[in-house]
């Protein structure tokens, strides 16, 4: 009877107990992730007086102090400066491993522009504010806290998880993950690449649209277009003049559209987004997404920036320099223009197009090239984009649908570069998913007062949680 007694009043206290040791668990987690938020965000991580290298020993160091072996790893890069973090987390080696990426350097930001100080965690209004809290040490946070929490769960996942944490995507001659690939390709091998810097997850104020998975981006390319010319004095003045043949170039790029391209990624996307439209816009992204897209609908979309950067290679002037002096006659004239090239087209084909575009031998065109650390030129190649793995796509909707039932998994392509160019090439599919929700009215990045919602980012710690999971759990 009294065995009987303290094996109930024990059950009772199991059940009493159980609650609250979960919002316990849920409350460190939720504290760490801060803490690893804070610390990220404190750390100057800019090119110019920042150390990337800090954060990753600073980071290496809670994953060591979170149960890590030394064995597992691994801070190191091509200078002092620009060190990178690889992290291991052992499994039972069932399945290859996955690589999860995210980038440690941000962009400047001066003091001045900011109503904050950009190198201070700041929450204010629902909201925590910082250089890095949205592009992308956000993503960082969630990343070692989920290593981490793993970790002290025990948890044996069925492969390897590898956790790299990188400098110099946003500027630099130190890219991270290009390094890693090119001197320590077995530190990152992987079957596939989750990248938290892409994929983004849309909402409008309190309405979470879609979740993202980045499976494309374009290339980044830069072209000069340079006119060279003897000058003279101001006063003789000569219709071979190198501003004019520059200015008319430029001005006939300005007309000029590259034919527009649809893939599997933008296919998908125009698709699944045509739901969420209304009228004449829904339609056309219907008839886009259509084989073959219908032309007309092309043209209309082509009219909206942000559709026409998804339809084809895009080419615009960006900085523009020219003459000596205000009484001679310009020896010089350059332009630069930024291209971001539609995945899968060839970069030399995109320079002949620019060459007949300009129309005007007066008038060079060449790449401005990209220089690795010890100043060999970085080639430019095309970046495939990754199919779309169903055991990727099914884990990511298996979760969605607990964590936001009804939110649609939207395949995409990004305008801009990132670091999943590098594992791309290297033949590693790399998919973005940012694991959390920015509001799409409200983009922050690279600019004053960037910031991310309070809540937005620990419901972004709990999904990458349970992603990565579903992602690494035994079948």
Request: hydrophobic share 35%; with cysteine; aromatic share 8%.
């Amino acid at each position: 009877m009294q065995r009987g007694i303290r094996w109930i009043l024990s059950l009772c206290l199991f059940a009493s107990c159980a609650p609250g040791g979960q919002a316990q668990g849920q409350d460190q987690t939720k504290q760490l992730a801060h803490d690893i938020f804070k610390q990220l965000i404190e750390i100057n991580t800019t090119d110019s007086v920042g150390n990337v290298t800090t954060a990753a020993e600073a980071m290496a160091k809670r994953l060591r102090d979170g149960g890590f072996a030394e064995a597992d790893l691994h801070v190191a890069g091509p200078n002092d400066r620009k060190k990178n973090l690889v992290a291991r987390f052992r499994g039972t080696g069932k399945r290859k491993p996955i690589l999860f990426i995210g980038h440690l350097d941000v962009v400047e930001a001066l003091r001045s522009d900011w109503t904050t100080d950009p190198f201070e965690f700041i929450e204010k209004d629902g909201y925590y504010y910082g250089r890095g809290t949205e592009d992308m040490k956000e993503g960082d946070a969630i990343l070692v806290t989920n290593f981490i929490r793993l970790k002290k769960e025990g948890y044996l996942p069925d492969r390897d998880l590898i956790l790299a944490l990188t400098a110099d995507e946003e500027g630099g001659s130190s890219n991270g993950v290009d390094w890693l690939l090119r001197e320590h390709r077995d530190w990152v091998d992987a079957e596939y690449c989750i990248n938290l810097d892409g994929g983004e997850f849309e909402k409008d104020k309190d309405k979470r649209l879609l979740a993202g998975i980045q499976a494309s981006e374009k290339v980044y390319v830069d072209f000069l277009f340079e006119s060279l010319n003897p000058g003279g004095h101001s006063s003789v003045p000569s219709p071979d003049n190198a501003i004019y043949h520059l200015a008319g170039a430029l001005s006939r790029l300005q007309s000029y559209s590259f034919p527009a391209k649809i893939n599997e990624i933008t296919r998908s996307y125009f698709a699944k987004t045509a739901a969420m439209e209304s009228g004449q816009v829904a339609a056309d992204m219907k008839a886009v997404a259509q084989q073959p897209p219908d032309s007309a609908a092309v043209q209309r979309l082509s009219a909206m920036p942000y559709y026409n950067s998804l339809l084809r290679t895009t080419c615009v002037a960006t900085m523009l320099s020219g003459g000596h002096a205000p009484n001679a006659l310009p020896q010089t004239a350059r332009a630069n223009v930024n291209c971001r090239i539609f995945p899968g087209e060839d970069p030399e084909e995109v320079q002949k197009a620019l060459e007949r575009v300009a129309n005007d031998p007066k008038v060079k065109i060449s790449v401005v090239p990209q220089l690795t650390p010890d100043g060999k030129v970085v080639p430019v190649v095309p970046v495939p984009p990754s199919p779309l793995l169903p055991e990727v796509t099914h884990a990511m909707e298996k979760v969605l649908s607990i964590a936001w039932p009804g939110v649609p998994l939207v395949a995409t392509m990004s305008t801009g570069a990132t670091d999943g160019k590098y594992a791309r090439i290297a033949g590693i599919p790399t998919y973005g998913i940012s694991c959390m929700f920015f509001d799409k009215n409200d983009n922050r990045e690279h600019g004053k007062d960037e910031r991310v919602g309070v809540q937005d980012f620990y419901d972004g710690v709990d999904f990458g949680y349970k992603l990565m999971k579903e992602l690494s759990s035994s079948r």
